[in-house]
């Protein structure tokens, strides 16, 4: 299996700071990655597909970029609704794996 | 507009097993490959297979294979996952989500369902 790492696991941050996730692969995937959003209750948004594409109405504050082994979440200008966990996904092998999760808080 | 509909909770007995259902619509059921993810209490999501609903073909993640039964039934959009010979560390929520590229099992999901807990205590 491909195991995908995420860091920090907990991130405290203010509104409007500039957020970035990391996600590293222990293979190369590629650009084969996704990222998702969760919020306490609810069910993964789809953010990015492709390491680096915006999922059609995800604000643009998102992006998202890397390949090969190593992938970054950019949130430029965090939002109060930016409050939630974050997940990278890797669909390069017969079986996705998700990474561990990233926890982003309020400060 | 496209919609995934998973059916309600479920609480079971070590040793029993579970039928979870995924009704989908607003698209063309058969053109999108169902996946199934599952989330522990407080933990991060595991990812557990697929079907494809054109095929009935399915693929399952090596911990799964034996234990997990994907189904559908194309006459009413909806998909089933069924987990056998429970045990406590089954308790979990239980999502579908659709493939976001047609006739493709690979790529992100791009549409969930509301999730499905499933409790498993005797």
């Known amino acids: 299996d491909i195991r995908m790492t995420q860091s920090p696991s907990t991130l405290s941050a203010s509104v409007g700071d500039r957020v970035t996730i990391t996600c590293r692969a222990s293979q190369s995937i590629s650009s084969w990655l996704a990222w998702y959003q969760q919020k306490p209750g609810k069910a993964p948004k789809f953010l990015i597909y492709k390491a680096s594409s915006l999922e059609s109405g995800v604000p643009t504050r998102f992006s998202g970029s890397g390949s090969g082994t190593e992938f970054t979440l950019t949130i430029s200008s965090l939002q109060a609704d930016d409050f939630a966990t974050y997940y990278c996904q890797q669909y390069k092998s017969y079986f996705p794996t998700f990474g561990q999760g990233t926890k982003v808080e309020i400060k | 507009q496209v919609q995934v509909v998973q059916s309600g909770a479920e609480v079971k007995k070590p040793g029993a097993s579970v039928k979870v259902s995924c009704k989908t619509s607003g698209y063309i059921f058969t053109d999108y490959y169902i996946h199934w993810v599952r989330q522990a209490p407080g933990q991060g999501l595991e990812w557990m297979g697929w079907?494809?609903?054109?095929?009935?073909?399915?693929n399952s993640a090596p911990k799964f294979q034996g234990g997990v039964t994907m189904t559908r039934d194309t006459s009413i959009s909806t998909a089933y996952m069924e987990l056998t010979r429970l045990t406590s560390d089954d308790t979990a929520i239980y999502y579908c989500?659709?493939?976001?590229?047609?006739?493709?099992?690979?790529?992100?999901?791009?549409?969930w369902g509301q999730g499905t807990m499933v409790t498993v205590s005797s």
């Open positions: 079907i494809n609903p054109a095929s009935d073909g399915t």
């Open positions: 989500a659709r493939a976001y590229l047609p006739e493709d099992y690979a790529g992100g999901f791009d549409i």
